[in-house]
């Protein structure tokens, strides 16, 4: 397996905006799928975005939550995607997640990143 680290949370004022990042690393890892969640205190996990980041179909697609607002870019290793979400609201604060459908080599796996916390003050 690799490794996934999340990056580009903190504090940001209602309305602001955050780049965020998700790589994937490790010897001969490659990302096939990447998801971005969010997970809100009290709250389960909920999906926000995923992206293909290879083959076909590498259209991202939204939850209704943030569609409009959320944007997932693919870095051009392809082990790397860029969400960014704009015009944030009070109830976008939460731990966002990333998570990956890779191969290393023969074997697939899945994994969990750490999680970046964003806080959006009122």
């Known amino acids: 397996q690799g490794n996934l680290e999340e990056s580009g949370g903190g504090l940001v004022e209602t309305g602001g905006s955050l780049n965020l990042s998700c790589v994937a690393s490790g010897s001969r890892v490659t990302a096939w799928s990447m998801d971005w969640y969010r997970q809100a205190p009290g709250k389960q996990r909920e999906l926000v975005g995923s992206i293909n980041t290879r083959g076909a179909h590498t259209d991202p697609t939204y939850a209704d939550s943030v569609q409009g607002r959320f944007n997932i870019t693919v870095g051009n290793d392809q082990n790397t995607i860029l969400p960014q979400i704009k015009d944030l609201k009070p109830e976008d604060t939460a731990v966002h997640f990333c998570?990956?459908?890779?191969?290393?080599?023969?074997?697939?796996?899945?994994?969990w990143g750490q999680g970046t916390l964003v806080i959006v003050s009122a």
């Open positions: 998570h990956i459908d890779g191969s290393r080599e023969l074997a697939t796996f899945e994994l």
